[in-house]
Nanobody, 121 residues
Framework: QVQLIQSGGGLVQAGGSLRLSCEAS????????MGWFRQAPGKERELVAS????????IYDQSVKGRFTISKDNAKSTVNLQMNRLKPDDTAVYYC??????????????WGQGTQVTVSS
């Protein structure tokens, strides 16, 4: 199994920046994809960004494109989400998720504990 430990989050003013980190343990990750989900009150859980370990291919939701950057550090088995120009609508609980990159669903993956991000206006 893959265990995910999240760090970062907190309270930030609109327009500010915040970095989330997700450290994975228990496996190697060349065959994995990593994603950041978020869930805000009254909204469905949504995939914010994802990245594959092997190729580094990234996908971003339109709501964060150009503001958020997902990156990985293979040596440290860590995935980061750099969030810039934050907006109040970015307020949510953010979850790191790991899944097989081959024919796998996010729901079947391993989930981190969640980290609160609050952006004040």
């Amino acid at each position: 199994q893959v265990q995910l430990i999240q760090s970062g989050g907190g309270l930030v003013q609109a327009g500010g920046s915040l970095r989330l980190s997700c450290e994975a343990s228990g496996s190697t990750f060349s065959g994995y994809a990593m994603g950041w989900f978020r869930q805000a009150p009254g909204k469905e859980r949504e995939l914010v960004a994802s990245i594959t370990w092997r190729s580094g291919n990234t996908i971003y939701d339109q709501s964060v494109k150009g503001r958020f950057t997902i990156s990985k550090d293979n040596a440290k088995s860590t995935v980061n989400l750099q969030m810039n120009r934050l907006k109040p609508d970015d307020t949510a609980v953010y979850y790191c998720v790991a899944r097989s990159a081959v024919n796998s669903r996010w729901e079947a993956g391993s989930w981190g504990q969640g980290t609160q991000v609050t952006v004040s206006s």
